[in-house]
């Protein structure tokens, strides 16, 4: 992995972060409170006398005050609207929504607004602002405003959706191919191949992981440079492994000090739960997971399951179509295995082939799906998709299902079969 996709990867996850944009917005809205004397300084006088200080201070006062209510207001429907999300798709699907930067927008808008307020009446009170301030006041609070009322069309707009497993689902979806596309352009982050043939040297060095929890990220560029002259590290985890304290996460060839081996550590990013960068299989398996979540007997749902379904075959499908970037591996020195077709495909599809075997409806899209990925243009993805619709007949007959439903699973061609 480059140096530049690296840091936007990073900066991605901090844009994602619902925290630092409430942060921004508000910071935004107390230096727009501070901005008023100095802009004040640059009118023509005659603007000056125009407006009075009582009027902009009413203004402020009612926007303060609403505001407050309204982002109490909207957080209480976000949390409601993500624990429904939860409980009707899957529990991962929170941390996707989390992510929603309309969601985001929408809420540091009310609490820049109030912060801007309130700041502006405090500020008034304490003689920061000039009498013939004002004019320069109202333009300001006109505009936010606006910028309030345009937040709230959008808040109404996104309402209709929030939380329905629709848009749960639309949001996994996205995260899924997103993450999926970045794998197949970038294969292994720019690290070397790492298969069954690949030698390793006779004398490594084990790295141990520095804390416990789930590998999340692997800068392979700067574990490039950590490593000395004429080493190589192979990686025994990848993104989405749960990791103890000092167990094993790589080998490392040739002479490397205690010292070495801290920084290479520091090169990889561990977390409590799993993240969707670097990790494609946890991606698949959460719209894997709404899909079972929809064929529990509580929920007794095969549409939703189907749709679920489908869209695992549309991103793998995009998946398939990509071509890897030609740039030569930015870590050569480090060796790394990422999931292949057949990994991709068992994260996905396992746990709907298994739940979904004696719904014909469910057996039956998921036997479509994986003919059109058998007659993709690339032989492993067609490979893996023709031994695993083997794997979901199997269950499917396992299941009892009618012959007459067996038969129609049956009847669907698998391209390149023999």
């Known amino acids: 992995m480059s140096r530049l996709r690296w840091l936007k990867l990073v900066l991605l996850r901090y844009y994602r972060d619902m ?3 409430v942060l921004l917005y508000a910071l935004l809205s107390l230096a727009a409170t501070l901005i008023s004397p100095f802009a004040n300084a640059l009118l023509d006088e005659s603007l000056k006398a125009k407006i009075d200080f009582s009027a902009v201070m009413a203004v402020l006062t009612i926007l303060a005050s609403s505001m407050l209510a309204v982002s109490t207001f909207s957080l209480n429907i976000m949390v409601s609207a993500h624990r429904a999300a939860a409980d009707a798709a899957t529990p991962r699907v929170h941390r996707i929504l989390l992510e929603d930067t309309t969601t985001q927008s929408v809420l540091a808008a009310f609490i820049g607004a109030f912060v801007y307020s309130l700041g502006s009446i405090v500020l008034y009170r304490l003689g920061f602002y000039p009498e013939d301030a004002a004019f320069v006041m109202m333009m300001i609070t006109t505009l936010v405003v606006i910028w309030v009322v345009v937040s709230l069309l959008r808040w ?3 309402l209709t959706t929030l939380g329905s497993v629709e848009a749960s ?3 996994a979806r996205g995260r899924a191919r997103e993450a999926l596309l970045s794998l197949a352009r970038h294969p292994r982050y720019g690290a070397s191949p790492l298969t069954g ?3 390793l040297p006779q004398e490594t060095t084990p790295l141990p992981a520095p804390q416990s929890g789930f590998l999340q990220l692997i800068d392979m560029a700067k574990l490039e440079d ?7 590290i192979y990686l025994d985890m990848r993104p989405g492994s749960h990791v103890l304290e000092r167990q094993v996460i790589a080998q490392v060839s040739g002479t490397v000090d205690a010292g070495t081996l801290e920084r290479l550590g520091k090169t990889f990013t561990f977390g409590r739960i799993r993240t969707h960068e670097q990790d494609a299989r946890f991606s698949l398996a959460v719209l894997s997971e709404i899909a079972s979540r929809a064929l529990s007997p509580g929920i007794n749902d095969p549409g939703t399951a189907i749709e679920a379904v489908l869209a695992l ?6 998946y398939t179509l990509q071509t890897p970037d030609p740039d030569a591996p930015a870590a050569p020195r480090v060796f790394a295995a990422f999931p292949d077709p057949a990994d991709l495909l068992e994260a996905g599809f396992a746990a709907i082939a298994r739940d979904g075997a004696g719904t014909v409806e469910v057996a039956l899209a998921l036997r479509q799906s994986l003919a059109a990925l058998a007659a993709a243009d690339a032989p492993d993805m067609a490979r893996a998709a023709r031994a695993f619709a083997d794997v979901a007949l199997d269950a ?14 049956e009847a669907v061609a698998m391209p390149g079969a023999d």
């Open 156 to 158: 109404i707009q996104h």
């Open 197 to 199: 043939e690949t030698v």
């Open 313 to 318: 075959k549309s991103v793998l499908w995009d």
């Open 226 to 232: 950590c490593l000395p002259q004429g080493a190589a």
């Open 396 to 409: 499917s007959a396992a299941a009892a299902l009618p012959r007459r439903d067996m038969e129609q699973l």
């Open 19 to 21: 925290g630092l944009r």
């Open 169 to 171: 689902l639309d949001a």
